[in-house]
């Protein structure tokens, strides 16, 4: 007779019980922590060893074969923690979930998981646009289809769990991981998470999506990694909260991971009000909780609100985690913890049960194994939407005839990131994390604009010279942890200052038609770059010598066209009024050297618009453009403000909107607002628009943003064509958190605003909501749409 946990046609729930009740207590704290692993297909895996162990505090314990006899819940990313072959590593995957199943005595399978933000973190699979260039393309339909390709590549070599999306909203573009957000709108990150989500998990949820930094991570002091984060809740809950909110409720996200810092000097990883009252509580997730890596032993190696490792499992625990990443660090003292009574078995048998619920859900138990003739990386739609996510995402943001180019020119390419593939990745693309373990990844499979360029102009029209290096050798940083400076070794930047190779350039320059400068930044995680996880910033100036080369090929007086890439918007200091066009690519994957060449050269349209605006100084920081009255200073301070705003993008094209048409000056407090606009194609040329819906309410119980966005929709128009655009914004979108901790919505005066960016608004309307103010139900409405009609 088949025992009941081993029996699928039993409902989950018994299942679990089942089991639960036939583990010891080692095998149920086996169940709430990963091992991070090198895994062999001979079966002689290893414990990866780095300097995370020192920032996490690692200590010696029995021999990793004894400890696997007992189970272990996940394996911490067995394809992305080394260089290997996708089916071999399938393979050795395949052995050690094999000894898990046979040789253990319940037989439970592991749960693996790996990180897939920017594409599957795995030796040759498709290397993906940035979450800017996501946030850039506004179009939630073509994101889905990205995670989508992603959940296929992931699931075909047994992944279980993605650690992606981001849900943190830009508040500071200083922040390190700026790159790895979809923009500075909470609603419009929630959008893309949403379909992030969706794509990732597939109707099924047979792989589960990881919503992180739960919550408020980029508005760190200082943009500094780690660092506290200062907000109250209302504020926490209408700008951070929101995109989670939106992910949980709307698409059924598999699993939340919390992060590093503290809020009001309570640790993410501690705090049972995030994790249980509102995550789980109030609203309804029914996934799984895991720790960011090292995240449980940080609250008592750098928050100190614990005694030791078995405190800081208990306190985390409690608090509603379920799942330690990436070690055991901490739940392998939690014997001791329950022996001290800091944590009940009460408790753990709660935490276990929602992991093996998870892990039946997935259907684990029936199919443990991942079949390595079906691994599927790099497929031709995989590399394909690659490609259209990097075009979509490629923002205008200057031009002065200079682009299209003309095919008949002479074309100097110059600049260090004009043919350096590593130059258009993000830091969770595989090439690029590896850079901290000092492991280097063949990347042919990037094409860079200079190849681009070339390949559609000819090698004869197109010269090269790099210009200057931004770092001059790849390699594991020297990061220090924690932040406290007192005792620890001076650090040096590894960029470069050589200014040796611009006069190349400059002669490159002159022997020249025109000239395309590739500038911006690198990605690298804890200072091995200038940008991503651990690599922040104090300036917005470009990194290095790069803005002495501009200078330099300005002052030649050939047209400059400046192409820059990379994970956080950079200053030209003045050259924006001198160059003669100027685009932002953000980090576009393996496909972006194509997705800027088609946009240089007219081949495709620059569909892009920003979701970060780009401030005029980082002395305006922390600035995002649905700030408060007041938040200029008094008087308005010189240094404040956004050069190019979000929402903005230049086309091939001009377009004009009609004056708004608004269905019905009042609507109730439980209605719909409905208003519509007639957008014209005034220009010689097709393009498209995306026209954006904002609104502002001007007098409220408290302090509102000076605008928000509500709606956006691109329409594609032929030259002279018009679209009547009708959006449809429920009132429940109006809302903000009052002090009660609810959402609410309120009577009173609205201001409709509908643009082509915020600051480019072409009119505006007023709206009176009608009615008692209203406490909005758990299943409010979070979307607005927009019909077209031409």
């Given amino acids: 007779m088949t025992v009941i946990y081993k029996d699928s046609q039993r409902p989950a729930a018994e299942r679990v019980a089942d089991l639960l009740a036939r583990m010891t207590p080692e095998e149920k704290f086996a169940q709430m922590h990963a091992y991070w692993l090198v895994l062999s297909e001979t079966g002689e895996h290893r414990e990866r060893t780095d300097m995370s162990d020192e920032f996490a ?12 006899k007992i189970g272990v819940g996940q394996i911490t990313r067995p394809l992305g923690t080394h260089i290997v072959e996708a089916k071999e590593g399938v393979r050795a995957a395949n052995k050690l979930q094999k000894m898990l199943v046979e040789e253990t005595r319940l037989g439970i399978p592991a749960l693996f998981h790996e990180e897939c933000l920017v594409g599957l973190l795995c ?46 909203v830009s508040r500071d573009v200083r922040w390190g991981r700026t790159e790895e957000t979809f923009g500075e709108d909470p609603w419009l990150v929630g959008l893309m998470a949403c379909a992030y989500v969706e794509g990732l998990q597939g109707k099924k949820r047979d792989l589960l999506a990881t919503l992180k930094h739960y919550v408020g991570h980029s508005f760190s002091e ?60 109030q609203w309804g997730f029914d996934g799984i909780i895991v720790a960011d890596y090292g995240g449980v032993s940080l609250l008592h190696q750098h928050h100190g609100v614990a005694r030791d490792a078995a405190e800081s499992a208990a306190l985390a625990f409690n608090a509603g985690l379920d799942v330690e990443l990436p070690k055991d660090d901490c739940v392998r003292h939690l014997g001791d913890a329950v022996e001290r009574g800091l944590i009940s078995m009460a408790k753990i048998d709660e935490i276990v049960a929602r992991t093996l619920a998870v892990k039946f859900q997935l259907g684990l138990f029936e199919r443990p194994y991942a079949d390595e003739t079906k691994v599927v990386l790099q497929s031709k739609q995989a590399r394909q939407v690659a490609r259209d996510v990097a075009t979509r995402s490629v923002t205008l943001l200057e031009n002065r005839g200079a682009i299209p180019l003309a095919e008949t020119q002479r074309m100097a390419v110059i600049g260090p990131t004009a043919d350096d593939p590593l130059a258009l990745l993000s830091g969770y693309s595989f090439p690029v994390h590896l850079i901290i373990s000092d492991m280097l990844e063949d990347i042919t499979q990037v094409t860079t604009p200079l190849a681009a360029l070339r390949h559609y102009l000819g090698d004869e029209k197109v010269s090269y010279a790099k210009g200057c290096h931004i770092i001059e050798k790849r390699m594991a940083g020297a990061p220090v942890f924690p932040g406290d400076s007192s005792g620890k070794p001076i650090q040096h930047s590894p960029v470069s200052l050589d200014t040796s190779l611009i006069a190349e350039a400059v002669r490159t320059a002159e022997q020249s038609d025109i000239v395309v400068a590739c500038v911006g930044d690198l990605a690298g995680l804890f200072q091995s770059g200038t940008v991503g996880e651990g690599s922040d910033t104090d300036s917005l100036n470009l990194p290095g010598v790069q803005q002495q080369l501009l200078e330099a090929l300005v002052a030649t007086g050939k047209p400059v066209i400046v192409v820059m890439t990379g994970g956080r918007p950079y200053n030209l200091q003045g050259l924006e009024d001198k160059v003669s066009a100027f685009i932002i690519a953000w980090a576009p994957g393996q496909e972006g050297g194509w997705a800027i060449a088609d946009v240089l050269t007219g081949r495709a349209e620059p569909q892009g618009r920003l979701t970060v605006s780009i401030p005029k100084s980082a002395g305006a920081m922390p600035y995002y453009y649905n700030h408060k009255l007041k938040s200029g200073g008094t008087p308005y301070a010189f240094h404040f403000g956004s050069r190019y705003p979000f929402g903005y993008g230049k086309s091939w094209t001009r377009f004009s909107y009609s004056p708004i048409t608004l269905h019905g000056k009042t609507v109730a407090i439980d209605g719909e607002i409905t208003l519509s606009v007639t957008v014209t194609n005034t220009g010689e040329r097709s393009g498209s628009e995306v026209v954006q819906l904002y609104v502002r309410d ?8 000076v605008k928000e966005l509500k709606g956006f929709e691109r329409v594609e128009l032929e030259a002279g064509e018009s679209a009547t655009l009708t959006f449809i914004l429920p009132v429940d979108m109006l809302n903000f958190t009052a002090r009660s901790g609810n959402r609410i919505v309120e009577s009173g005066e609205f201001t409709l605003m509908v643009g082509a960016s915020s600051e480019d608004i072409r009119d505006t309307a007023r709206v009176e909501v009608q009615g008692e103010t209203r406490t909005l139900p758990k299943k409010w409405r979070m979307l607005s749409h927009c019909e077209v009609s031409r």
């Avoid at 506004?138 to 390709?149: E, F, K, N, S």
């Avoid at 769990?161 to 849900?167: D, F, H, I, N, Y």
């Avoid at 109250?232 to 996200?253: Q, Y």
Wanted: glycine share 8%.
């Fill in 57 to 68: 505090g690692v200590s010696e314990q029995a021999s990793l074969a004894q400890r696997l």
């Fill in 123 to 168: 030796k040759d699979a498709t290397l993906f646009p940035s979450s800017l260039n996501y946030g850039s393309t506004w179009d939630p339909a073509l994101i889905r289809r990205v995670a989508m390709h992603i959940g296929d590549e992931a699931r075909s070599t047994g992944c279980h769990q993605g650690l992606a999306p981001v849900l943190d």
């Fill in 222 to 281: 200082g943009a500094r990694n780690h660092a506290p984060v200062h907000l109250g809740f209302c504020e926490l809950n209408d700008t951070f909260l929101l995109p989670f909110e939106m992910a949980v409720k709307l698409s059924h996200a598999g699993s939340v991971m919390p992060a590093y810092h503290d809020i009001d000097n309570q640790p993410g990883h501690s705090d049972g009000f995030l994790m249980t009252d509102i995550l789980r509580e």
């Fill in 698 to 705: 001007n007098v409220a119980s408290m302090v509102r943003p």
